[in-house]
């Protein structure tokens, strides 16, 4: 296949909102501002009702005013995020987000009176109140959902008070992380000369060990320099959480997670289980990674190592040819996420240009009031990064399938959210397996499979592991920094089954892992590893509808369900799956483990 026209590297923004330095940027702000204050002294107005349905043309005024806010809100706040990712070390845009985020209380100031007024009504007065008004009546779901989500909510004064301090608190400790590791700098030796590079610069995937585990020491020297702080980051996130954990009536500190993910804990119990019953497969196939590299065990630099086949290295793959991939892989599956993807690629809606400045790690975020999505990545010509962009097109797809609802009903929670992404990745990677055409190549795209299944059965089962431990300690005192690279060499060892080398774990991933650091959500961990293995189920059943369109239009009815539904209702009402099951996930697994046997047939 030849290469086509290039697809631009960088993102457009300028067609969204004005340049966060140019005056109608603070117009914007200001605006904002004053709809949310507006909006505020208008629910506390209709809190006070004692019979709700008699006004319900007025809740319905307001919660169309409420969503039109609340979409202007969340695409400025995407809209600052795209210029501090692609300028991590630009402070002016890092003040402007700390100003955006001072308005943060004005919208769960307003969510709060909301879901508390509903906590107070009848599930069959909320029935008669949303069939009073046709705009209530369509988003009925998110009314019932505001029910839930008001079991951890605070009363109404606390609750205010404590999202007005969470912007110095709460949220300011996910800010300062995002800052350290923006400025850190890794040194590395490259042709003789010691060159700085941003920790996305850095890249562990070398076919030469020594490279590999150079830039795993560099990186993690520099990542140590900085563990105290965040270490007070860390202890401080979870410390705040599980203090106001304590003033609710939940079991533990995985209730809110849940909530979030309306799902139930025995789904989440389940799937842990299985997946530790079922890692023998992984390990055996990271076993025979180690003998084709010559070692006799893994370090953890050594994951993501290239195969050494016959081959030779494999050739640079650049990213005009990796758009091309996607966008053709796409097209076998579904026209219509190939349009879409096609679209986003050459309108500029991705950010991948590998250069210094920028944040490490990768993003999708939408902007509900231009109905578009923007992609922040660092492309290095790389399989692993082909991966990441079609990860990031199935995030903005399913946005794009979503962009004409209700606003509060295209606000899907994370653990479907990574569904549609790994669905992307899933579509990509079979594509690239049918159309292997020798050995090596066959090789090359299971193990770049089989690595994804790793990070999603093994990696994130570490994360969650140490999370779970961490806030466990964390209720009786604050944790050292030593202390929380012991639960992390402990996580890391159950997790990968000890498939690992003793003198080859990373004890310091908790500094250099950015997700224990986001504030808006706690636990931004398992819902990889669910959406993973949904995907992989739902994929397979592909084979099982005679026109492969139909599959299409299902998968579609699926995203538009993570809007509206509660987890286990979008699955078992579009594909009939039921995730308190153990049966769903051994049949995902079951995939991943005739992966591993056709590997390990394809290496003897």
Known sequence: ??????????????????????????????????????????????????????HASHWGDFLTDYQAAVAELSGLFAFLECYCAEDAHN???????????????????????LQLTIREIPDEVLQQFTAQDSRLKQIQFFLEDSKRNATLRLPKDQEILASQLAVDGLHAWGRLYDRLSGDLKIQLMEKGELV?????????????????QNNFYAANKAWDSIADSCADALNHLAGTRLTLYSHLPVTDHLDAPLVYNRMQRDTLNTMWSVISQRKQKLVQFLEKKAELLGLEKLCWYDLNAPLPLSGGESPELSYNRACDLVVNSFEKFSPDLSQFAERALREQ?????????????????????????????????????????????????????????PFVLSDYPMNLAETASTFAEAVLGEQRLKAAQTRDEELQILDGMLGDSVAFMMNIHTRFLFEDRLHQERATGELTPERFSELMLAAQKEAYAGALDDTGWNPSFWISKLHFYISELPFYNFPYTFGYLLSLGVYALADTFTDQSEFADKYRELLIATGCQVTED???????????????????????????????????
Request: aromatic fraction near 10%; hydrophobic fraction near 35%.
């Open 1 to 54: 296949m030849t290469e086509s026209t290039a697809y631009p590297l960088t993102w457009e923004l300028a067609s969204l909102y004005p340049h966060p330095e140019q005056p109608a940027f603070e117009d914007c702000l200001q605006q904002i501002k004053a709809s949310l204050e507006d909006l505020v002294a208008r629910v506390a107005e209709l809190a006070q009702s004692t019979n709700p349905k008699q």
């Open 91 to 113: 402070k002016r845009f890092q003040t402007l987000m700390a100003r955006l985020a001072s308005i943060r209380p004005l919208r769960e100031n307003i969510e709060t009176q």
């Open 196 to 212: 700085e590079r941003s920790p996305g610069q850095v890249q562990f995937d070398s076919p030469q060990r020594f490279v590999r």
């Open 349 to 405: 809606w991705i950010e991948a240009e590998n250069r210094a400045g920028k944040r490490q790690g990768g993003f999708c975020t939408t902007f509900p009031v231009q109905k578009q999505s923007r992609i922040f990545m660092t492309y290095t010509d790389s399989a692993d990064s082909m991966s990441t962009l079609a990860h990031e097109l199935g995030h903005a797809y399913h946005s794009y399938v979503l962009k004409d609802a």
């Open 570 to 604: 979008a699955v078992s009402n579009t594909f009939g799956y039921h995730l308190g099951e153990a049966e769903f996930w051994n049949k995902s697994i079951d995939i991943i483990d005739r992966r591993v046997e056709r590997f390990l047939e394809l290496a003897d």
